[in-house]
């Protein structure tokens, strides 16, 4: 697996078409600590803005130790990248506007798609548990320090 130092115009694409990524940080214990989150900024520069929803175990976890990272893959394109780095929290109250707008735009496009696939018929959760979900109180903002390509090399 190829170790990269910078993000791509591709990378960065891919990381906004996907629906949530898996972000893991350490626990006390030395163990991983993995949950799902949604990327609501990411740029050329390595700086990813995560909302995060509940101040669980990430939230305890970076406040001890601020090594992260953030795993996505498109199974049907058989392509994929983590990206390692470390990340700080940034509290409600200092969040840019723009990055609270993102995350609306996001939770909307989320429900449309839901919305649009229960029109078709295809199964999934009964009912919007977007709607029901609250409000950021913090972000976690990742610098990355390593890309890691998790596409096999003989299908590049």
């Known amino acids: 697996m190829p170790i990269m130092k910078r993000l791509t115009d591709g990378i960065i694409q891919f990381f906004h ?14 163990y991983p600590h993995s949950s799902c989150k949604d990327i609501v900024g990411i740029n050329k520069n390595g700086s990813i803005a995560l909302l995060d929803l509940y101040k669980g175990k990430t939230y305890r976890n970076l406040q001890k130790n601020p090594r992260i990272s ?9 392509i994929g990248y983590s990206l390692k780095g470390k990340a700080r929290i940034i509290k ?19 429900i449309t798609h839901r919305f649009l696939k229960n029109i078709r018929g295809e199964k999934g959760h009964p009912r919007h548990p977007e709607v029901l979900l609250p409000k950021p109180e913090y972000l976690i903002l990742m610098q990355v320090e390593q890309v890691i390509d998790l596409t096999p090399s003989h299908l590049k």
Do not use: C, M, Y
């Open 92 to 110: 409600k109250n200092k969040l840019k506007p723009n990055l609270i707008t993102a995350w609306n735009d996001r939770i909307t496009n989320r």
């Open 17 to 30: 078409s996907q629906h949530f990524v898996v972000v893991a940080t350490v626990e006390e214990n030395g």
């Open 70 to 78: 953030i795993t996505a893959v498109d199974e049907h394109r058989f």
